[in-house]
Every structure is written in C-alpha cells, then in structure tokens.
Nanobody, 120 residues
Framework: VQLQASGGGLVQAGGSLTLSCAAS????????LGWFRQAPGKQRELVAR???????TYAEAAQGQFNISRDLDKDTVTLEMNSLQRDDTAVYYC???????????????WGQGTLVTVSS
C-alpha cells in the first residue's frame, strides 16, 4: 500500500492550501481516508477523515476552516485548508484505515508527511 501526498508548502497567515493524497496498492476494505497532523513537540492528531460511506469527521480545530472531500472511485482524498494560522503549522500525514480479513481491528497506513508552514 502506498499513499502519495502532495500540496504542502509555505503560506502566509490567512491564506489557503490544498493537500491531496492518493492511495494505491492492494487492500481489502477502506474504513476511512483522511489527514492527521503533528506539530513540533506535540502528538499526532486527527484533522479530518472521510468514511467509506463518504461521511466526513473533523477535529474541533478544523471545523468550519477545513474541508475534506474524497473521490470514492480513485481512492483519493483532498483537504482544503482556509484561513490558516501559525498554529496550523505541522507535518500533515495522509492516513488510510482499512479492514483486512486476516487481521483483527483496523490497519492504518501512513503517507510520508508533507510540511505546512504558516508564516505571520
């Protein structure tokens, strides 16, 4: 399984960025596809994800500011980030959560991470 992420970079406060991620490889059933982030000195946290039924879930900090969408046919997910602030600076990781018939629970796959830096 591979997750190819793109779209990170440097943006001024108040600006916007869009992250994209494409999942490829062999996996059985997608539970969700989404984005996490990890700021310096902090734990990785959920930003937003979309379930296999297309239902989005947002972290409280992302509500109303970020918009996640998913192409069910192409196994891609896009995160539109608006009104970015300095505390949005982090490495953003694409996450694919799948259900595999020969493994218990949810199996998580991670992209390589893309850095988003918001300057003042």
């Amino acid at each position: 399984v591979q997750l190819q992420a793109s779209g990170g970079g440097l943006v001024q406060a108040g600006g916007s960025l869009t992250l994209s991620c494409a999942a490829s490889g062999r996996f059985f059933g997608i539970n969700s596809l989404g984005w996490f982030r990890q700021a310096p000195g902090k734990q990785r946290e959920l930003v937003a994800r979309v379930t296999s039924y297309g239902s989005p879930t947002y972290a409280e900090a992302a509500q109303g500011q970020f918009n996640i969408s998913r192409d069910l046919d192409k196994d891609t997910v896009t995160l539109e980030m608006n009104s970015l602030q300095r505390d949005d600076t982090a490495v953003y990781y694409c996450n694919l959560a799948v259900v595999e018939p020969d493994q218990p629970g949810i199996v998580n796959y991670w992209g390589q991470g893309t850095l988003v830096t918001v300057s003042s």
